[in-house]
């Protein structure tokens, strides 16, 4: 695997990465919800400043981050990639390049937590609604 610029040619893929990946683990997310989150993640996509995709060994794109401002605003990745070091390749690639400090996650997707404090992030806040305003809880960490 190996991680290098994503095209605006691509972002197309990176968001049906970011649907496939939450469909894995947010099952919490309705469909009504994804509805409206996905016009809002394939324009995110595009102003993200920092970004960086993972690819896989014929170049074809099966993960991505973006940091905004230090924080980590999106890490998603190819369900069937997971568990092969290809998440912790992104985050390291997000604190390494692009100084990333922070990550706010979804306190119903267990998984992320467990992945982010085990990469060594600190809880240090709680928010009861996302930033649309729904009622999944945001736990916001730093490392």
Known sequence: M????????EFGRAAELWEASVRA???????????????????????IPQLAGLRDEVG?????????????????????????GGGTLLLDHACKE?????????????????F??????TLVGRSERDSTNKPYPILHYTL
């Open 2 to 9: 190996e991680i290098g610029v994503v095209e605006a040619g």
């Open 25 to 47: 683990t947010h099952d919490f997310v309705t469909e009504t919800d994804l509805d409206v989150f996905r016009p809002l993640v394939r324009e995110a996509i595009a102003g």
């Open 60 to 84: 074809y794109l099966i993960g991505f981050v973006g940091v905004a401002e230090g924080n980590v605003e999106m890490l998603f990745l190819d369900p069937a990639y997971r568990g092969r």
């Open 98 to 114: 692009f100084a990333a400090t922070a990550v706010d996650v979804n306190e119903q997707n267990a998984q992320a937590v467990g």
């Open 116 to 121: 982010y404090e085990q990469y060594g992030f």
